[in-house]
């Protein structure tokens, strides 16, 4: 079971506060035990610094950490898709593409995409979860 840690706004302003470390994150996530080529198996690698993408040195495959996520083919930074998600996350009320738009100082279509993906994201993920029903 997965289970989540609360982190301060400074906390994460710290941890998140460029492009490097939100991809370095999204890296551990994906490789937990280090780069695997999804096409060859292969572990060693180069940074494709001008694209961000890995490349598998063996059959030279490009890999991407935000493949098979949420965030697939953006074109919007990093950093905004976590600042999204924190204050998403961290606020009990909700708040609103207009309240984010404002806050980032993004266009409203935009935040309105990345939420609509991130909500859809959490709704496919409660669903796995059953409630269990006793009756008494």
Known sequence: MVTYKNISFFEFQKNYCSEEKCRERLFKVKWADGFVCPRCG????????????????????????????????????????????YLLSSDKQGISALE?????????????????????????????????VSYF
């Open 42 to 85: 292969n572990t060693t690698y180069y940074f494709h610094g001008t694209r961000n993408l890995y490349q598998c040195k063996k059959c030279k495959y490009q890999a991407s950490v935000t493949s098979g996520t949420i965030m697939h083919k953006t074109r919007t930074p990093l950093v905004i898709w976590f600042w999204i998600i």
């Open 100 to 132: 984010l738009s404002k806050k980032l100082e993004l266009r409203y279509a935009t935040v309105w995409s990345i939420l609509h993906k991130i909500r859809k994201a959490m709704k496919e993920r409660d669903s796995k979860y059953k409630l269990l």
